[in-house]
């Protein structure tokens, strides 16, 4: 199983949503997938990937001896995938966390949603995990917390770290008012393997479920998912995507 913690170094950059997005891509591709909220309190998986309202255990549970740890899992509705539902409140060492997510029934992807930020369950999280994945968006600030992240993340020592740059808008780079991709990895000193753009679809469709395949960032998040299954460095510029029809 290859466990793989998706951080990143302020809240709002669109971290859980990759989750969930590379997840479910990954499920599609068949392999067997658990998605994890490592988050306490702020939780907040179950609620972008639409299971919510099925959720009857979660991890608070599972370390409390309330039901086994396949008891709290919950099917996503969108796919293959399960989705490991985190406590409301409450604390949760590293330790439990671990004990946990060892104690998953056999898969082949265990992908961590990080809690934001270098406190809050950082440590929990990344300890639980062999590869890292930092999400940022190409603003300064955002930049700058994340480089805060990977230099925490290489102490670690995991077997890889990698990057995603959410939330790029082609026609701001294009008139040089937004970084590119390949500035924001040169910067960080962290190999890129997924470019994903600005997308409303993103927004609209998240509480309803998948995100559709006529959304611009559809093909983003599929280059993505394979570059994780086949451990490729590689990605495509959002200027080069084009939004598929949606009425034939």
């Known amino acids: ?30 392999y067997r997938v658990v998605m994890a909220d490592a988050d306490v309190g702020l939780n907040n998986l179950d609620v972008v990937t639409g299971v919510d309202s099925r959720v009857v255990y979660d991890i608070g549970d599972v370390i409390a001896g309330r039901c086994r740890v396949f008891q709290a899992l919950v099917q996503d509705h969108e796919s293959t995938a399960k989705i490991l539902p985190s406590s409301g409140g409450g604390e949760m060492s590293a330790q439990a966390f671990r004990g946990v997510t060892d104690s998953l029934p056999e898969c082949d992807f265990l992908i961590i949603d990080c809690p934001a930020g270098i406190e809050n369950g950082f440590h929990r999280a990344v300890s639980a995990a062999e590869e890292a994945i930092v999400v940022t968006t190409p603003s300064a600030s955002a930049i700058r917390d994340a480089d805060k992240v990977v230099s925490l993340l290489r102490a670690y020592r995991l077997e890889d770290i990698s990057l995603v740059v959410n939330r790029v808008r082609p026609d701001m780079v294009a008139r040089g008012e937004m970084m590119e991709a390949a500035d924001v990895a040169r910067l960080l000193r962290v190999p890129a393997i997924g470019v994903i753009p600005e997308d409303d679809c993103v927004t609209l469709y998240q509480q309803l479920g998948r995100v559709p395949s006529f959304a611009l960032s559809e093909k983003a998040f599929c280059l993505l998912a394979d570059n994780v299954a086949n451990r490729t460095k590689k990605y495509a510029e959002p200027a080069t995507f084009r939004r598929r029809r949606r009425w034939r």
């Open 1 to 30: 199983m290859r466990k793989i913690v998706v951080t990143s170094g302020k809240g709002g950059v669109g971290k859980t949503t990759v989750t969930a997005s590379l997840g479910r891509k990954l499920a599609d591709m068949g």
